[in-house]
């Protein structure tokens, strides 16, 4: 009774189950790809750490510009992560203006 009321007709649970659960792959390629994929992400997150606080110290340090250029700087890091530190080391670094 219960069966028909939470299962299509003809449909056992087991098989509900068995269609929603993925099926189990007995090849490793998968944890392989999985962690080779975990120590890439790892090492752009660590190089990103080291970009993002290299491009604060050095905004902080600078002696081209006065608290409201740093101030400017610091907030585009914050806003842009990535694209902030590259345009700082590659634009601001040695520019006064």
Request: aromatic letters at 14%; proline letters at 6%; glycine letters at 10%.
């Amino acid at each position: 009774m219960f069966q028909n009321l939470y299962s299509p007709q003809g449909v056992s649970p087991v098989d509900t189950v068995s269609i929603l659960a993925p099926a189990q792959n007995h090849n490793n390629t998968t944890e392989y790809i999985g962690l080779a994929g975990f120590i890439v992400l790892s090492l752009a997150a660590i190089l990103f750490i080291v970009l993002f606080v290299g491009a604060l110290m050095s905004i902080v340090k600078s002696p081209n510009y006065e608290r409201g250029g740093k101030a400017l700087w610091a907030l585009a890091c914050f806003a842009f992560p990535v694209i902030g530190p590259l345009l700082w080391f590659w634009l601001g670094k040695d520019s006064g203006v």
